[in-house]
């Protein structure tokens, strides 16, 4: 099946930038089945990732029924293109997805520390997006189903998923009281985090804005369905009785060797706080960055750790076992919901 995608940006006007200059904005890539005659070319950027031919703004290949979307939610520091792997396999198995770079959080701009500290700012985004839906389909309003909608996210994408499934934020991880001696003081991106946030908060409106909304719920009632790929330590700061209300069934993955999120502290720790959650284990060394695509020759000369797996692990393979496992998620929640 040709592989057709179209790319954007929205501005939210009732959330400003981090600047505080204008509109926060909302880059987003949709992948979906192009028709026969699209034209595909191979994407000649210089990148990290290996990426698949496509037919960039190709109409859509017909179909009897339109097509179930899926929300694709990065980790953090990534960007939408970092689950394009997921993305194309989704289309393989009858579904359209649609993926955003979160303002601050992305690597498709420069990093920002309010991005970084302020995580529930991405829920929004999903939402917005589905809010926004006419701006975006145009000529495929038709053909996109944007009432039968699942969710996945990556580390901290899996965060913001949990978010819209119900999931309410307590505390965040890199407060500082929250902090343990000697401990991460931010992410492998950002790894100085928490010593910005006194200072925001004395000297940004947006930040302190943002701060202030960090236990608002996030709900989405619109996600049928979620998956969860190597949910980051963030989801240790929600409460746990907001995650008793989440009614939507979500799949967990997690590799057994993952570093940056442990599938015991993180992944296991919210399937038994779940009550229609599933958890899977990958075993054979496998670590946090599994879920990304599979890297370049730019890519491994750059950063060989997130490309690197165990002698005899086939990422390709293991990409296309989770494609298999969320799409069954996906065709059983729909299912659900149209009996």
């Not at 700061?237 to 442990?262: M, N, R, Y």
Request: with cysteine; net charge negative.
């Amino acid at each position: 099946m040709k592989l057709g995608v179209r790319e954007g940006v929205l501005y939210d006007e009732q959330r400003p930038d981090w600047d505080a200059a204008g509109p926060r904005p909302v880059r987003w890539s949709l992948w979906y089945p192009a028709t026969d005659d699209a034209r595909e070319c191979d994407i000649k950027e210089r990148s990290w990732f290996r990426k698949a031919a496509v037919a960039r703004d190709a109409p859509i290949r017909p179909s009897n029924r339109p097509y179930p979307l899926v929300l694709l939610s990065h980790g953090t520091g990534g960007s939408a293109a970092g689950l394009e792997w997921l993305a194309r396999r989704l289309v393989d198995r009858g579904f359209v997805a649609l993926g955003v770079d979160h303002h601050g959080n992305t690597g498709s701009e420069p990093y920002r520390a309010e991005g970084f500290a302020c995580l529930w700012e991405r829920a929004s985004d999903l939402s917005f997006m589905l809010d926004r839906s006419g701006d975006w389909l145009s000529d495929l309003a038709s053909r996109i189903d944007a009432d039968r909608v699942f969710a996945a996210g990556f580390s901290a994408g899996a965060y913001s998923v949990m978010l819209l499934l119900g999931a309410v934020t307590q505390f965040s991880q890199f407060e500082p009281s929250r902090l343990k001696p000697g401990g991460p003081r931010g992410p492998r991106e950002f790894p100085d985090l928490a010593d910005h946030i006194p200072s925001l908060l004395r000297t940004s409106g947006v930040f302190r804005q943002s701060w202030s909304r960090m236990s608002r719920p996030y709900r989405d009632d619109r996600i049928a369905a979620a998956l969860l790929c190597a949910p980051g330590r963030s989801v240790l700061g929600f409460d746990e009785e907001s995650l008793k209300t989440v009614e939507a069934p979500a799949l967990i993955l997690v590799g057994d060797a993952d570093k940056a999120a442990p599938a015991e502290e993180c992944s296991s720790w919210l399937h038994q706080r779940l009550t229609r959650s599933a958890l899977k284990i990958f075993e054979g060394g496998l670590g946090h960055y599994v879920f990304v695509p599979e890297g370049t020759g730019l890519g491994f000369a750059f950063a060989a750790e997130l490309f690197t797996d165990p002698p005899g692990i086939e990422r390709a393979a293991v990409h296309d076992e989770i494609a298999e496992l969320s799409a069954a998620l996906f065709r059983s929640a729909d299912v659900g919901a149209r009996a």
